[in-house]
């Protein structure tokens, strides 16, 4: 299942095109005294000033809001490029380029003037990754008081409430802060209920109800987007001039619908999954979009709909196995057995149990295990499996009977070394050539049966590295010599010099 994630500078290009602040402003003597204007009788001036209270500030207060805004959207802007070297594998190794400096520029185009230049910040990533996440803590939480003070300073401007919100929950996710979630919430249900035409507002809130676990009301936001989306399309100017959705709206449209997907995901709600996922399906854009939620309905039909067996598969792949936990990793994988209903689905987490135990240094409980596995599964006449997926269980149970012999032989154990190499050449894997040769050494001082053994690994010679095959065409040289056939000697030892 794909990481439920918001691109960096996504929410930035929705706020830009989805919110405007443009406000009418008053004198500040007129919110102190009641003004009658000529021609205006003295009850209109009162509903008028009564109105201008509610509707927005004074033009001080507004201008003071704006620059606080614009302070905050700058430290914004240098946060988010702190946390961009942050995320960097090797900063030492990213040379930042004029072209990524336009780039990053017009990213943040509303807060240029501000941003730090970029390749002066790289130079200080020789600091310790803990003294950047500090500065960007520090210029996070300076650009929040700046937006909270702006709030305080004009209550009525939208686009700052929700560019708080918004900054309330990318500060949460990337620090894993749950109360900054929950004041994101906070902003953004108030700016809900009066923006009710902002379909950002609600997906913002979809994500951050997401962030907090609480899937019922993310699916809920995530499908107020895709209604308010809807709504307000007819109302856009591409809409009257084109008769269609934009791009734009057409890409956060296929975007809420397939976060609402993933929430309903996490809701174990198989039918209800597969529908949104099917209709997101049908909003892609682009081969990309095709493939990720491609790639969720594969992973929910992996068990035949059984979402909790696939979420817990996941999360020992991803959380134990990967993070080379593996004895935790082989006690749920025995945990989730009893809870899969498709042999397919069993094959495959019996097939990874089967490589922890190896690891865990049960070998030979991990080769009896995958056994059984090669054993019950359908093969072609060639021996290879019909179900491609299955090669891997083969070519990790052939590497396992070789490692094994190759174990025994280190002891000098030739009679075990014998057995698993047998073994490990009668599956069809990748790597057979390499167990025929080990027989056919081991066999050496019986020539019949060694040159048997090494002709079977000659026809599989390409899965053969340069030194096995020199070793190989040395070996077939001495049997044959031995044999008394000395053209096939001359002819292998021609082989072998010219490797």
């Given at each position: 299942?794909?990481?439920?994630?918001?691109?960096?500078?996504?929410?930035?290009?929705?706020?830009?095109?989805?919110?405007?602040?443009?406000?009418?402003?008053?004198?500040?003597?007129?919110?102190?005294?009641?003004?009658?204007?000529?021609?205006?009788?003295?009850?209109?001036?009162?509903?008028?000033?009564?109105?201008?209270?509610?509707?927005?500030?004074?033009?001080?207060?507004?201008?003071?809001?704006?620059?606080?805004?614009?302070?905050?959207?700058?430290?914004?802007?240098?946060?988010?490029?702190?946390?961009?070297?942050?995320?960097?594998?090797?900063?030492?190794?990213?040379?930042?380029?004029?072209?990524?400096?336009?780039?990053?520029?017009?990213?943040?185009?509303?807060?240029?003037?501000?941003?730090?230049?970029?390749?002066?910040?790289?130079?200080?990533?020789?600091?310790?990754?803990?003294?950047?996440?500090?500065?960007?803590?520090?210029?996070?939480?300076?650009?929040?008081?700046?937006?909270?003070?702006?709030?305080?300073?004009?209550?009525?401007?939208?686009?700052?409430?929700?560019?708080?919100?918004?900054?309330?929950?990318?500060?949460?996710?990337?620090?894993?802060?749950?109360?900054?979630?929950?004041?994101?919430?906070?902003?953004?249900?108030k700016l809900a209920r009066l923006e009710k035409g902002e379909h950002v507002v609600y997906y913002a809130l979809g994500e951050n109800y997401f962030s907090l676990d609480n899937f019922?009301?993310?699916?809920?936001?995530?499908?107020?987007?895709?209604?308010?989306?809807?709504?307000?399309?007819?109302?856009?100017?591409?809409?009257?001039?084109?008769?269609?959705?934009?791009?734009?709206?057409?890409?956060?449209?296929?975007?809420?619908?397939?976060?609402?997907?993933?929430?309903?995901?996490?809701?174990?709600?198989?039918?209800?999954?597969?529908?949104?996922?099917?209709?997101?399906?049908?909003?892609?854009?682009?081969?990309?979009?095709?493939?990720?939620?491609?790639?969720?309905?594969?992973?929910?039909?992996?068990?035949?709909?059984?979402?909790?067996?696939?979420?817990?598969?996941?999360h020992i792949i991803t959380q134990l196995v990967n993070q080379g936990r593996m004895e935790e990793a082989e006690r749920r994988f025995k945990e989730l057995m009893p809870t899969i209903?498709?042999?397919?689905?069993?094959?495959?987490?019996?097939?990874?149990?089967?490589?922890?135990?190896?690891?865990?240094?049960?070998?030979?409980?991990?080769?009896?295990?995958?056994?059984?596995?090669?054993?019950?599964?359908?093969?072609?006449?060639?021996?290879?499996?019909?179900?491609?997926?299955?090669?891997?269980?083969?070519?990790?149970?052939?590497?396992?009977?070789?490692?094994?012999?190759?174990?025994?032989?280190?002891?000098?154990?030739?009679?075990?070394?014998?057995?698993?190499?047998?073994?490990?050449?009668?599956?069809?894997?990748?790597?057979?050539?390499?167990?025929y040769l080990q027989i056919a050494n081991i066999l050496s001082n019986n020539v019949i049966e060694s040159i048997r053994y090494a002709s079977l690994a000659e026809n599989e010679s390409?899965?053969?590295?340069?030194?096995?095959?020199?070793?190989?065409?040395?070996?077939?040289?001495?049997?044959?010599?031995?044999?008394?056939?000395?053209?096939?000697?001359?002819?292998?030892?021609?082989?072998?010099?010219?490797?």
């Amino acid at each position: 299942m794909k990481p439920f994630y918001l691109p960096l500078f996504f929410l930035l290009i929705l706020l830009i095109y989805s919110c405007s602040s443009t406000r009418t402003a008053v004198d500040p003597a007129e919110e102190r005294a009641l003004i009658v204007p000529d021609g205006v009788d003295t009850l209109t001036a009162e509903e008028a000033q009564k109105l201008a209270d509610e509707s927005f500030v004074s033009l001080d207060e507004e201008m003071r809001a704006e620059r606080l805004k614009e302070q905050a959207m700058a430290w914004r802007a240098e946060s988010d490029t702190i946390w961009y070297y942050l995320e960097l594998e090797d900063a030492d190794d990213h040379e930042v380029t004029e072209q990524d400096n336009l780039e990053a520029i017009e990213a943040f185009n509303e807060a240029a003037e501000y941003i730090r230049d970029i390749d002066a910040l790289q130079r200080t990533r020789s600091a310790e990754d803990e003294q950047m996440l500090q500065e960007y803590t520090r210029l996070v939480d300076r650009a929040i008081s700046a937006f909270e003070e702006a709030l305080k300073l004009n209550p009525f401007d939208s686009e700052v409430r929700l560019w708080l919100g918004q900054l309330y929950g990318i500060k949460a996710s990337r620090l894993n802060d749950q109360q900054e979630h929950k004041k994101a919430i906070e902003v953004l249900e108030k700016l809900a209920r009066l923006e009710k035409g902002e379909h950002v507002v609600y997906y913002a809130l979809g994500e951050n109800y997401f962030s907090l676990d609480n899937f019922n009301l993310a699916a809920d936001n995530f499908d107020r987007a895709i209604r308010t989306l809807r709504h307000v399309v007819p109302l856009s100017d591409h809409y009257a001039e084109h008769g269609s959705m934009s791009e734009r709206d057409s890409s956060n449209l296929f975007i809420y619908t397939y976060y609402k997907g993933v929430s309903y995901l996490h809701l174990y709600d198989t039918p209800t999954t597969l529908a949104v996922f099917n209709e997101a399906m049908d909003l892609a854009l682009t081969e990309e979009d095709k493939q990720s939620v491609q790639s969720e309905i594969d992973f929910i039909n992996w068990d035949e709909g059984n979402i909790r067996a696939s979420m817990e598969r996941e999360h020992i792949i991803t959380q134990l196995v990967n993070q080379g936990r593996m004895e935790e990793a082989e006690r749920r994988f025995k945990e989730l057995m009893p809870t899969i209903r498709s042999d397919r689905a069993r094959d495959e987490i019996d097939w990874r149990l089967g490589v922890v135990e190896y690891q865990n240094g049960k070998e030979k409980q991990a080769a009896e295990r995958l056994l059984q596995l090669v054993n019950r599964s359908e093969t072609n006449a060639d021996g290879l499996p019909t179900d491609p997926e299955y090669m891997r269980y083969f070519n990790d149970y052939g590497l396992i009977c070789f490692n094994i012999g190759q174990s025994y032989l280190a002891e000098r154990d030739r009679r075990n070394a014998l057995a698993y190499f047998m073994q490990s050449s009668k599956v069809n894997w990748r790597n057979r050539a390499r167990a025929y040769l080990q027989i056919a050494n081991i066999l050496s001082n019986n020539v019949i049966e060694s040159i048997r053994y090494a002709s079977l690994a000659e026809n599989e010679s390409h899965a053969l590295n340069e030194q096995d095959r020199r070793t190989l065409y040395s070996l077939l040289t001495d049997l044959h010599r031995r044999n008394g056939d000395m053209d096939e000697a001359r002819r292998y030892h021609q082989i072998w010099r010219s490797i």
